[in-house]
């Protein structure tokens, strides 16, 4: 399956952005997504995860209460909604998929073999 992330911008702390992941390719609903992020400098780190049926979702501490991820398989879209936007959370986000990625490794990057380009989100203070 191919990824495509899309959503990303500038927004002031406070602020909502909607992310996008666009698949292509294989049965889509037949994978879990998960979204990473990487700020400069620094190594890329878990965001959040959804499972195939969308009844089982999964979040980093850091962005949990404020941060939602859904999916619609008969589109073969991921979405994460982030809202009270902090500046910390700037980084270039990613989603990744895997099709037989078991639970205990959802929050591993080396757990996806899918991987969108990645796209581009700044918040300021």
């Known amino acids: 399956v191919q990824l495509q992330a899309c959503g990303g911008g500038l927004v002031q702390a406070g602020g909502s952005l909607r992310l996008s992941c666009a698949a292509s390719?294989?049965?889509?609903?037949?994978?879990?997504v998960g979204w990473f992020r990487q700020a400069p400098g620094k190594g890329r780190e878990f965001v959040a995860a959804i499972r195939w049926n969308s009844r089982h979702t999964y979040y980093a501490d850091s962005v949990k209460g404020r941060f939602t991820t859904a999916r619609d398989n008969a589109n073969k879209s991921v979405y994460l909604q982030m809202n009270s936007l902090k500046p910390e959370d700037s980084a270039v986000y990613y989603c990744?998929?895997?099709?037989?990625?078991?639970?205990?490794?959802?929050?591993?990057?080396?757990?996806?073999?899918?991987w969108g380009q990645g796209t581009l989100v700044t918040v300021s203070s």
């Open positions: 990744a998929a895997s099709r037989t990625i078991i639970v205990s490794s959802y929050t591993n990057e080396n757990g996806y073999a899918n």
């Open positions: 390719g294989s049965t889509f609903s037949n994978y879990v």
